[in-house]
């Protein structure tokens, strides 16, 4: 139920509307116009603060009771809160503007009490803005003029006065209390009209400490404070004219310390914190960048200065406080811009450290940067500057120096500005530099160096060092952290990859537990070796800003831990730092379609199941964590069960939207941790259907299936009738089919008829090649016969023409015979087809170089033409094949001292390749023999060269089973000229 200066209103959640709640009290003054309070008793009922009337409304009942009190009615409109409480006792306590009345439902009678102020007057007509009952019993009241509390005892109220440590008194006079609350330390927080926000402790039994908030010192949105709550997971909500603020009561991580407007301020000279040391006495050694030093008590939050700007014993020469360090005899050195200074503490003043020690053979380092100052196991003093490295032993006054131009080659360091240095536990001096980092053995006086170039180290920039508990030892440099294990020598680097919040290194320190912390450009964090991963704090947990800074860290001999920075420092002991303990609930914010830019609304209260039709593209959950600690850093993880069942982590996001899910039933869960990592396990979830299409819909299917049914029936019917129509059909068929045969046998006839005559071709081949054959074997015995008879009387000449005779007939013999087998190979598809990709050009040369005798013996002139380099797509062997019948063909027909010409073309998709004699020609009726197994045609060569009759049948095969075709154009006496095509290579 919601109370207005218009009326009452009930809220419908299942409707998401309010309604108006009208009723009538039947007392002289109609008071349902104006609510200024309302609140649900113990049992369940809504008790309604309307002066002087207060109503009860029974849900079960619907119905409401009235009860007046004796203060008399103001009819004008206040703009403060008239409250009503409910006491541990069951008494209501309501609050007017002409005071304060105690009602009992025991007895439906109204107790009265009067307000005494601080000078024992009584408070006529005292506004009540503000009630709260304390875990104590103790009953404050918040008045338009100040706070009063319950004397029991004297059955009044008193207007309450606090006494502080100091003797003082406060009082809220004339002061408007709009709110008022305890938090579970005990504290009141008191929310004014004008002077912000209240925080009240007690010290101890009559002792109080106050802390004031307001929009000047602090981030309160306004002054004037109109409510309070404390959330469970101890956040305190402050609402405020404008708008809501927030402060979380947890015990925060981290204690800050700076100089602000805050209650909490601390006077220190700068906020840019420098360096910083603990003394054995709990006394904050603080060094500013350029302020000057601090000497803080925690304990009176007393803040003691020295700086160029003071006089007497508090005067420095320098207000760069660079370094602040204790020696092993209790000194306390400060490491400045203009050299080194010690604390007299009896004079309570610093002197400069060779004035101090009294030896003036020390190097003054004036003017000098002072980075870093070790006392190493010996008692020597290594001290870092920006002009080298400092080993001083004060006993003996011996000085050794450091320097990158030193011509001695251990006392080289890699650069003169040296940031950082680190005695290990094995006694060796580590050396971080702006070039490099340097090792020093002190026993064997060798230096080794570490850079970037040659050792791994991610950078020569070192700023930091640290061992750790392993003897490992840590290295902060501009970019990354190194690790360096000095039991195989390598580093292993450390990046915001790997968790760390920033690649720029300040500070590494180890802490009393043996764990490392890193101050970085962008927050602190803290390495755990077994996970190995980095834990990062943020100003959210406390941090005095994101930044830190290079020697202001330190850790104390009792393990407490300082780092300093850009806006203060913290402290911290590493083991009472714990995360956030408190488990954050999870709920469903929003649930919406979007077409477009239009987005709609599913109210997830009306019922735990979303339901969308198909052509719903995409939708969108939004969720959250009730955990308003640091919400930013709340983790969320979702499944959605139908698409897959492992859990989707999806960091700080609070939405997971959805597209094109297919028509079935989803489970969709999320859940959700608090921002240190403290997961609620117990997910919560939305059931959600996507509908099908109608055409896939049950009824769709029903249908579907009652269509088949019918359409089977009527499958059947036709069926019936098609066979009928189909013996009639067959027998018509039988009738052709007999037709058929008959006009089958005549082409069995046919075709046999041609196989007879492809047999007599054969036949024919056959005898022609046998004839041949048989001629040229006659010819070879006949001079074989004359030799053997008279081989005696026959002269070497004669002897050798025989001879040669035999040689040219064995050798036409052969070849004859070799066509025949190639042309029988063909035609029984012995011959492999093996088609590649080749340049024609380059295949036409090679063939003409196996030639070149036969050119050379006619003195034949051979040209080649080719408008391009040509590729095809054939069997090489067969091409090769080819052109050397076509070419030897031309050869043998042309004159001596005669030309060919051989021509290569792009012809559409084919390449033509032509050889072109100019000898005897052929006419035109040999044209038409020439490429015919079954008609011989063989023809003498112009020197007498003799062919097998075979060539030209072989090449016209060989050109159609590569996809091509063969021609010749001829005259007689002028020459002929063969040309075949290719495919071209695609």
């Excluded at 680190?422 to 490099?436: K, P, Y």
């Excluded at 469903?588 to 198909?614: A, C, I, R, W």
């Excluded at 022609?768 to 030799?787: C, K, R």
């Excluded at 004859?816 to 295949?843: C, S």
Aim: charged content about 25%; proline content about 2%; glycine content about 8%.
């Amino acid at each position: 139920m919601v109370g207005t200066k218009g009326g009452l209103n009930i809220y419908r959640k299942n409707k998401n509307k309010f309604k108006r709640v009208v009723y009538q009290t039947d007392f002289e003054h109609d008071v349902t116009q104006y609510f200024y309070d309302i609140i649900c008793l113990k049992n369940g009922n809504m008790l309604i603060n309307t002066p002087p009337v207060i109503s009860v409304y029974n849900f079960e009942k619907d119905s409401f009771t009235h009860f007046e009190s004796k203060f008399e009615y103001d009819g004008s409109v206040k703009d403060v809160k008239i409250p009503v409480i409910e006491d541990v006792d069951g008494k209501v306590w309501a609050g007017s503007t002409k005071g304060l009345a105690q009602f009992s439902f025991n007895t439906n009678e109204f107790s009265y009490f009067p307000f005494i102020n601080r000078n024992g007057k009584i408070e006529d007509d005292v506004t009540i803005s503000a009630l709260f009952k304390s875990r104590q019993g103790k009953l404050w009241v918040g008045t338009t003029v100040g706070l009063f509390c319950f004397n029991s005892d004297l059955s009044r109220f008193e207007e309450q006065t606090f006494k502080f440590n100091s003797g003082e008194n406060f009082t809220f006079e004339n002061t408007c209390i709009r709110t008022i609350l305890e938090d579970k330390n005990g504290n009141l927080n008191i929310g004014t009209e004008g002077r912000g926000l209240f925080v009240i402790s007690q010290n101890s039994q009559n002792l109080y400490n106050i802390q004031n908030y307001t929009s000047e010192n602090s981030e309160i949105g306004h002054n004037i404070v109109q409510s309070l709550i404390i959330d469970q997971s101890e956040n305190l909500w402050i609402g405020t004219l404008s708008g809501i603020s927030k402060t979380d009561l947890k015990k925060k991580k981290f204690n800050l310390y700076r100089n602000s407007n805050s209650p909490n301020s601390l006077d220190l000279l700068g906020n840019v914190i420098a360096s910083i040391y603990k003394n054995d006495d709990g006394i904050l050694w603080v060094g500013n960048w350029g302020q000057g030093l601090n000497l803080v008590n925690r304990n009176t939050n007393e803040v003691e200065h020295f700086s160029t700007q003071h006089s007497g014993n508090h005067k420095l020469s320098n207000d760069f406080i660079h370094v602040i360090f204790k020696d092993s005899k209790g000194n306390i050195w400060l490491g400045t811009r203009n050299g080194i200074m010690i604390y007299d503490k009896p004079e309570n003043r610093f002197l400069p450290y060779y004035e101090y020690f009294k030896n003036p053979a020390l190097p003054n380092l004036n003017n000098m940067r002072i980075y870093i100052i070790l006392q190493d196991k010996s008692s020597n003093y290594w001290i870092g500057t920006q002009n080298g490295l400092y080993k001083i032993n004060l006993e003996t006054s011996e000085v050794e120096v450091f320097q990158k131009e030193l011509g001695v080659k251990n006392q080289q360091i890699s650069a003169n500005l040296v940031y950082s240095l680190l005695e290990d536990s094995e006694g060796l001096i580590w050396i971080a530099t702006v070039g490099g980092l340097d090792v020093y053995n002190p026993i064997t006086k060798k230096m080794y160096h570490f850079n970037k170039e040659r050792n791994g180290l991610s950078d020569d920039f070192v700023i930091t060092l640290c061992e750790d508990a392993k003897g490992r030892i840590w290295i902060g440099t501009s970019t990354y952290v190194n690790v360096y294990d000095k039991k195989d020598s390598t580093f292993i680097l450390y990046s915001q990859a790997e968790g760390i919040p920033n690649n720029r290194i300040f500070e590494i320190r180890k802490d009393k537990n043996n764990d490392i912390w890193v101050a970085t450009g962008k927050g602190l964090c803290k390495f755990d070796e077994q996970k190995n991963t980095f834990q990062t704090f943020t100003p959210e947990d406390g941090l005095q800003s994101l930044e830190f800074n290079i020697r202001a860290a330190c850790v104390s001999a009792d393990g407490e831990m300082l780092f300093g920075g850009m806006n203060g420092f913290n402290s911290f002991y590493p083991d009472s730092i714990s995360g956030n303990p408190y488990i954050p609930n999870l709920v469903f914010t929003s649930f919406y379609t979007q077409k477009g830019s239009l987005k709609e609304y599913v109210n997830l209260d009306e019922s735990p199941k979303v339901v969308l039709s198909h052509n719903v593209y995409s939708f969108t959950i939004e969720f959250a964590a009730l955990e308003y600690t640091n919400p930013k850093k709340n983790s969320y993880a979702y499944k959605m069960e139908g698409i897959s069942n492992e859990w989707v982590d999806i960091g700080n996001r609070k939405f997971v939207p959805f597209f094109a899910l297919q028509p079935g039933e989803y489970i969709f869960k999320v859940k959700g941790s608090n921002n240190d990592g403290i997961w609620n396990d117990n997910e919560i979830s939305l059931s959600i259907v996507v509908l099908p299409p109608w055409w896939r819909s049950i009824y769709a299917y029903f249908a579907y299936l009652m269509l088949i049914l019918i359409s089977i029936i009527v499958f059947i019917k036709v069926r019936e009738r098609k066979l009928i129509n189909d013996k009639a059909i067959l027998e018509q068929k039988v009738l052709e089919r007999t037709l058929q045969i008959e006009e089958q046998n005549k082409l069995i006839i046919s075709k046999n008829q041609e196989l007879n005559e492809l047999n007599r071709t054969k036949d024919k081949f056959f005898s022609i090649i046998g004839h041949d054959l048989g001629n040229q074997f006659n010819i070879i015995v006949g001079f074989l016969e004359v030799l053997v008879t008279d081989f005696k009387k026959l002269d070497s000449g004669k002897v050798e023409l025989h001879l040669t005779n035999i040689y040219n007939s064995s050798k036409q013999a052969f070849n004859l015979l070799e066509n025949l087998l190639t042309w029988a190979r063909m035609q029984t598809n012995q011959i492999h087809y093996n088609p590649d990709n080749f340049i024609v050009g380059k295949k036409i040369n090679e063939s003409l170089e196996l030639l070149n005798g036969a050119i050379t013996k006619k003195n034949i002139q051979i040209e080649v033409h080719s408008d391009e380099e040509n590729v095809v797509y054939a069997d090489v062997n067969m091409f090769s094949t080819v052109f050397r019948n076509l070419f030897a063909n031309a050869v043998k027909f042309t004159h001596e001292n005669g030309k060919i010409t051989i021509l290569i073309k792009k012809k559409g998709d084919y390449c033509e390749i032509c050889v072109k004699d100019n000898g005897v020609g052929i006419s035109a009726e040999d044209i038409q023999k020439i490429f015919r197994i079954d008609s011989k045609h063989k023809t003498v060569g112009t020197m007498g060269e003799k062919g097998t009759g075979l060539g030209l049948i072989l090449c016209k095969e060989f050109v159609e089973k590569n996809g091509g075709q063969i021609s010749v154009k001829s005259v007689v006496g002028e020459g002929s000229e063969f040309c075949f095509t290719l495919p071209l290579h695609t």
